[in-house]
T-cell receptor
Framework: EAQVTQNPRYLITVTGKKLTVTCSQN?????MSWYRQDPGLGLRQIYY???????DKGDVPEGYKVSRKEKRNFPLILESPSPNQTSLYFC?????????????FGPGTRLLVL | AQTVTQSQPEMSVQEAETVTLSCTYD???????LFWYKQPPSRQMILVIR??????QNATENRFSVNFQKAAKSFSLKISDSQLGDAAMYFC?????????????????FGKGTHLIIQP
């Protein structure tokens, strides 16, 4: 089954404690990205990657890092989480050819930073 | 930068009736892609319908259809014969054509969403 998986699904942490949210896709997609969703703001792109070792900032990259060492994985790293990073996070992937190809979303990771 | 506006934070409709969710966007590009996503209480993002800007014909997927007005930069979603399972947040999204040179974020720009309530 084609899917994007994220772990963990729920996470409560404290300010300053480094954390990583993993994302993996099994569709051999080149393009992967991370979004955060906040009430009243919709989804905003954090980082994206067009292929292995190619990453770039989206609209709200401050406080986040990513890496793309393998095509299937695109982890999101919060080196020093702060309460304003409390949010619902989505990983997504699609073929690089773009167009109307469906962007597949993961199930979301709900993060609470105390 | 492109912007997407959904002017209705919340809409309510009686079961079996028709409802239209509005979406407008701002862009200087001539070709682009538009999407409607549904987010039920499970928070999963589900693609409802999509449209390519250069295609004049409005997209249709079963009970879901769009009214795409390119000149007006409008992309509304019509849901016919509303069902209880249609209750969800609906997001309109815009994407630029893929840039093979790597320029641009090439991601989806989302509106803030419309919460659709279905009254039984």
């Amino acid at each position: 089954e084609a899917q994007v998986t994220q772990n963990p699904r729920y996470l409560i942490t404290v300010t300053g404690k480094k954390l990583t949210v993993t994302c993996s896709q099994n569709m051999n997609h080149e393009y992967m990205s991370w979004y955060r969703q906040d009430p009243g703001l919709g989804l905003r792109q954090i980082y994206y990657s067009m292929n292995v070792e190619v990453t770039d900032k989206g609209d709200v990259p401050e406080g986040y890092k990513v890496s793309r060492k393998e095509k299937r994985n695109f982890p999101l790293i919060l080196e020093s989480p702060s309460p304003n990073q409390t949010s619902l996070y989505f990983c997504a992937s699609r073929p690089l050819t773009g167009g109307l190809e469906t962007q597949y979303f993961g199930p979301g990771t709900r993060l609470l930073v105390l | 930068a492109q912007t997407v506006t959904q002017s209705q934070p919340e809409m309510s409709v009686q079961e079996a009736e028709t409802v239209t969710l509005s979406c407008t966007y701002d862009t200087s590009e001539s070709d682009y892609y538009l999407f409607w996503y549904k987010q039920p209480p499970s928070r999963q993002m589900i693609l409802v319908i999509r449209q390519e800007a250069y295609k004049q014909q409005n997209a249709t997927e079963n009970r879901f259809s769009v009214n795409f007005q390119k000149a007006a930069k409008s992309f509304s979603l019509k849901i016919s014969d509303s069902q209880l399972g249609d209750a969800a947040m609906y997001f309109c999204a815009y994407r630029s054509p893929t840039s093979y040179s790597g320029g641009g974020a090439d991601g989806l720009t989302f509106g803030k969403g419309t919460h659709l309530i279905i009254q039984p």
